[in-house]
């Protein structure tokens, strides 16, 4: 028998929280074997190419492109040890077993409960870590215990034991409603087992055949969560509810154990747009009652009987419906476009906001003539080798300079009260992408020559323009350079890259009148900033750091003393 595992998007490591789906690799009903790429992601690092550790058929997809997804939310489901026709045989015994009564329906909800893994499933073992997770083996799927609502234990206690007379359309009224709902449960609980989607069709027709019943709501209807915790998982959800004016504790789910769903909430919306809105001081949260009982009722959810949600929706007032709209158009008022701060550029948000919280950053800047620096490159192009970027002479000139001011290659621990001085360097450098600004970094620059650093520079240049750099090539920076002269621009005071405690800034190389040898000239000239953190050093030695590197640009013999 067949088992349906769920794979949840993994932790991606460095500290990332969420992804945003840019591409699905697989499609339901396709087959996939273990470790096979489902899933592109983009993560505020780099795009990811997410393995599954189950090999079967996709079941299942949670999430369209563009949606955004917590780190443990369900990518996708994938049934171990079933082939297609496997499925499509157990759609349509799901299919036959709507017509059956309810004690039958309730009986084929428990079978998952009977059925085991397949003895290959559990024992399979992909051996592929991305960062945090692995698949040693298969873990057992269980079954969340939620205590039982009021509502639905009244609706039990009238129905009795007519279940069975309810659903061959014998009963009528609260009976009828909670019959019906029992069945519900025993169908979707069938469904899953077979990878079918027959949960929502058998929903929709125990509707339609309650509403021919007459059957009402029953007298103990209540709120659908009361004052306990609202079943929601993805933020999303919560998001889209909050954004529409739609309250979640007057929802009744649709998923697994009453889980509301973004279709749940979709559908109130829907519901709600349905009547043009009037003026009346009916809010959203009433709108939003009035058509729970509904929602469930469609998607078979337990405790909510389907006649009751049929009549529910049958009265629903004009006015409270109207008002659902009347909040959506509260949320989006005002002019503008509002853009989603997220992925790269809210990551990089969150950074610089908290450099500026935390860092008290100072800035001084230096004019240099670097026509000497410009002569050494070509000179250097010019004897034959790779070619040596001037990015990678500045690099050299930063490893030079750390090496006489190690201050600033440091960090503070303020947590212990401390300047923590680092052994190596890092050399982070700003590279403006498509996608936004990263930061790529070439991790032991201060063990590198200007060969070496021009070709791991020009490696992570190419990977930052094609997106993909990893997680592990964006972290771990000690310093960073960055180089904004590619903009056309002279200075700027750049913010530090938290933790950090400094950045070069380098603007562009132009011809300027400069006093060369005691004559006014044209040069090639440069301007050079330095911000850095005034908690690890003084003006000092920060001057004398930037001292050192325009002294570097303006005569690149000096490097000699360290090569």
């Keep these: 028998m067949a088992q349906v595992l769920e794979f949840k998007l993994p932790d991606l490591g460095e500290g990332l929280t969420e992804a945003e789906i840019t591409r699905w690799l697989v499609r339901v009903g396709d087959v996939v074997e273990v470790d096979q790429p489902v899933v592109e992601v983009e993560?505020?690092?780099?795009?990811?190419?997410?393995?599954?550790?189950?090999?079967?058929?996709?079941?299942?997809?949670?999430?369209?492109?563009?949606?955004?997804?917590?780190?443990?939310?369900?990518?996708?489901?994938?049934?171990?040890?079933?082939?297609?026709?496997?499925?499509?045989?157990?759609?349509?015994?799901?299919?036959?077993?709507?017509?059956?009564?309810?004690?039958?329906?309730?009986?084929?909800?428990?079978?998952?409960?009977?059925?085991?893994?397949?003895?290959?499933?559990?024992?399979?073992?992909?051996?592929n870590v991305l960062v945090g997770y692995g698949t040693a083996a298969a873990p057992a799927r269980r079954r969340r215990v939620r205590p039982a609502r009021e509502g639905a234990s009244a609706a039990a206690g009238q129905s009795g034991g007519s279940g069975a007379d309810t659903a061959s359309g014998a009963g009528a009224g609260a009976g009828s409603g909670a019959g019906s709902a029992d069945a519900g449960v025993g169908l979707r609980?069938?469904?899953?087992?077979?990878?079918?989607?027959?949960?929502?069709?058998?929903?929709?027709?125990?509707?339609?055949?309650?509403?021919?019943?007459?059957?009402?709501?029953g007298p103990g209807a209540a709120p659908a969560h009361g004052d306990g915790p609202v079943p929601v998982i993805s933020p999303l959800v919560r998001k889209l509810a909050r954004e529409n004016g739609v309250d979640l504790r007057e929802l009744v789910g649709s998923g697994p154990d009453g889980l509301i769903l973004r279709a749940d909430v979709e559908y109130a919306m829907r519901a709600s747009a349905a009547v043009a809105p009037v003026a009346g001081p009916a809010s959203a949260s009433a709108a939003a009652r009035a058509v729970a009982s509904g929602i469930g009722a469609t998607f078979g959810s337990p405790g909510t009987g389907v006649a009751e949600g049929a009549a529910a929706r049958a009265q629903t007032p004009a006015d409270a419906r109207g008002a659902v709209g009347g909040a959506r158009s509260a949320a989006v008022s005002g002019s503008g476009t509002r853009i989603p701060l997220r992925g790269v550029r809210g990551a990089v948000a969150d950074k610089l906001a908290r450099s500026r919280r935390e860092i008290p950053d100072a800035t001084c800047w230096v004019d240099a003539d670097a026509t000497e620096l410009m002569v050494a490159r070509r000179a250097m192009n010019a004897a034959g080798g790779p070619k040596v970027s001037l990015l990678a002479l500045l690099a050299r000139v930063c490893t030079a300079a750390l090496a006489r001011y190690p201050e600033l290659n440091s960090t503070v621990d303020m947590e212990a009260r401390e300047i923590v001085r680092l052994d190596e360097v890092h050399l982070g450098f700003a590279a403006q992408t498509d996608r936004g600004l990263v930061v790529p970094v070439v991790k032991g620059a201060h063990a590198r020559d200007t060969?070496?650093?021009?070709?791991?520079?020009?490696?992570?240049?190419?990977?930052?323009?094609?997106?993909?750099?990893?997680?592990?090539?964006?972290?771990?920076?000690?310093?960073?350079?960055?180089?904004?002269?590619?903009?056309?621009?002279?200075?700027?005071?750049?913010?530090?890259?938290?933790?950090?405690?400094?950045?070069?800034?380098?603007?562009?190389?132009?011809?300027?009148?400069?006093?060369?040898?005691?004559?006014?000239?044209?040069?090639?000239?440069?301007?050079?900033?330095?911000?850095?953190?005034?908690?690890?050093?003084?003006?000092?030695?920060?001057?004398?750091?930037?001292?050192?590197?325009?002294?570097?640009?303006?005569?690149?013999?000096?490097?000699?003393?360290?090569?």
């Excluded at 920060?542 to 490097?559: K, T």
Aim: aromatic share 4%; net charge negative.
């Design 451 to 563: 060969e070496s650093l021009s070709a791991e520079l020009a490696r992570l240049s190419d990977a930052a323009r094609t997106g993909t750099l990893t997680p592990g090539e964006l972290t771990g920076s000690t310093f960073t350079l960055n180089n904004y002269g590619v903009f056309g621009v002279d200075g700027s005071t750049p913010i530090i890259n938290h933790p950090e405690a400094a950045m070069l800034g380098v603007g562009r190389i132009v011809p300027k009148p400069w006093v060369h040898q005691g004559e006014l000239a044209v040069r090639q000239v440069v301007q050079l900033s330095l911000t850095f953190d005034h908690r690890v050093c003084d003006g000092g030695t920060a001057g004398g750091f930037l001292r050192f590197v325009a002294d570097c640009v303006e005569q690149p013999a000096v490097l000699l003393r360290s090569v």
């Design 189 to 217: 609980a069938a469904s899953r087992a077979e990878g079918s989607a027959a949960p929502v069709t058998a929903g929709a027709a125990d509707t339609a055949a309650a509403a021919e019943t007459g059957a009402g709501p």
């Design 43 to 127: 993560t505020a690092k780099a795009m990811v190419e997410v393995p599954c550790p189950y090999g079967g058929v996709v079941t299942a997809r949670f999430g369209e492109e563009g949606t955004e997804l917590p780190v443990g939310a369900p990518l996708l489901t994938v049934a171990v040890g079933a082939s297609v026709a496997d499925l499509e045989s157990g759609a349509a015994d799901s299919g036959t077993r709507a017509g059956a009564s309810a004690d039958g329906a309730s009986e084929a909800g428990g079978a998952p409960q009977a059925g085991g893994a397949p003895e290959g499933g559990r024992d399979e073992a992909s051996g």
